[in-house]
């Protein structure tokens, strides 16, 4: 079982920056990707972007060149700094893992509001 648990969310200005956590309860040599998903009010999940276990990102074209994933393999932690942050931004962010065995897994979230 993966345990992941996020942090870092917030209220923010529009044009403004903030920073999420992601901690794992594995390594993550055990998964093939991490990253991030959100869901707004009344709209399904969406993917945010992701890191594959070689360091290869992908990210949604919404939110590209104004996200950066990375992560610290030593921590088991993956970040998703967000910056010119917009109120269409405003969501529920969860953590993603996949692992190498199967199956997808998400955190419990941590809410974001862009608002002024």
């Known amino acids: 079982q993966v345990q992941l648990v996020e942090s870092g969310g917030g209220l923010v200005q529009p044009g403004g920056s903030l920073r999420l956590s992601c901690a794992a309860s594995?390594?993550?040599?055990?998964?093939?990707?991490v990253g991030w998903y959100r869901q707004a009010p009344g709209k399904q999940r969406e993917l945010v972007g992701l890191?594959?276990?070689?360091?290869?990102?992908n990210y949604a074209d919404s939110v590209k060149g104004r996200c950066t994933i990375s992560r610290d393999n030593t921590k088991r932690t993956v970040y998703l700094q967000m910056n010119t942050l917009k109120p269409e931004d405003t969501a529920v962010y969860y953590c993603?893992?996949?692992?190498?065995?199967?199956?997808?897994?998400w955190g419990q979230g941590t809410q974001v509001t862009v608002s002024s």
């Open positions: 993603y893992v996949r692992p190498t065995t199967g199956g997808d897994y």
């Open positions: 594995r390594s993550f040599f055990t998964f093939n990707a």
């Open positions: 890191i594959t276990r070689v360091g290869i990102t």
